[in-house]
């Protein structure tokens, strides 16, 4: 099975670490986020993974080449942006997606098992699928909820709404390539998904309840460094754990 990590963003969030540094490669305990990306993909049999690269790329090329710990049953290929293409354009330069394939972000530290999201996927026969998993996000102010007649019908006091947001986990059909044109300009995911339901294409949601952190900003990085020995054992297969 095949697998795309987006990884050539600037992480601007986490400056100044990335400065000097792209953010995939930004440590939890010995390894960097994205070794820990790249050992649970081809533990859940993701065997052929491309990194997609663009900022700071040949730091990136030069650990996976040389100073990686080995990753077991699996090939690691680069494509690399001569200038940013966003969260989708990149997949334009990644040869033979000819089949169903993963793509996800390189700043994702969870618990999300793979396999079963891809079977998912597969059993939904949906084009496109999206990982999601549940945010709360607490409203500090009353919220007043009106009629047409400007009459007060509801008052909330603080509220906190819940909402499915995306892991930044998808599993793609080799269709929605055709969505990324014109091949080589810069293109988001957000971008794809508007022009998929404009065109009445079917996209499927996978609710979950895995552990799932985004590393994008310097307090979701300092809540990861604190969880992760903790959470050492669920986050890494056993044999990696061991290395």
Do not use: C
């Not at 040949?58 to 990753?71: C, H, K, M, N």
């Not at 690691?76 to 354009?89: A, D, H, K, S």
């Not at 396999?115 to 059993?123: D, T, W």
């Not at 793609?172 to 998904?193: A, K």
């Amino acid at each position: 099975m095949k697998a795309v990590i987006l990884a050539g963003g600037k992480g601007t969030r986490l400056a100044p670490y990335t400065t000097v540094f792209p953010k995939p490669l930004v440590p939890l305990g010995d390894r960097p986020i994205l070794d820990i990306v790249i050992h649970q993909l081809a533990h859940h049999g993701f065997n052929q993974i491309t990194l997609s690269l663009g900022y700071l790329a040949e730091l990136i090329q030069a650990y996976f080449r040389d100073g990686s710990p080995t990753v077991e049953n699996a090939t690691i290929n680069f494509v690399r942006e001569q200038q940013p293409l966003g969260t989708v354009g990149s997949l334009a330069l990644v040869p033979d997606l000819t089949d169903s394939f993963l793509v996800m972000n390189g700043d994702i530290l969870t618990t999300l098992d793979y396999a079963k999201f891809y079977r998912f996927h597969k059993e939904q026969g949906a084009p496109l699928t999206i990982a999601l998993n549940q945010r709360p996000v607490k409203i500090d102010l009353g919220v007043i909820e009106i009629n047409d007649n400007h009459e007060v019908v509801s008052f909330l006091e603080k509220p906190t709404l819940n909402y499915l947001v995306s892991m930044g986990i998808y599993m793609y059909e080799p269709e929605v390539l055709d969505y990324i044109q014109p091949r080589g300009t810069y293109l988001d995911f957000p971008d794809v998904v508007a022009r998929m339901l404009k065109d009445g294409k079917r996209i499927a949601g996978y609710p979950n309840d895995a552990y799932w952190l985004d590393l994008g900003s310097h307090a979701d990085y300092a809540k990861a460094q604190d969880e992760f020995e903790s959470m050492k054992d669920i986050l890494l297969p056993r044999q990696v754990v061991a290395a």
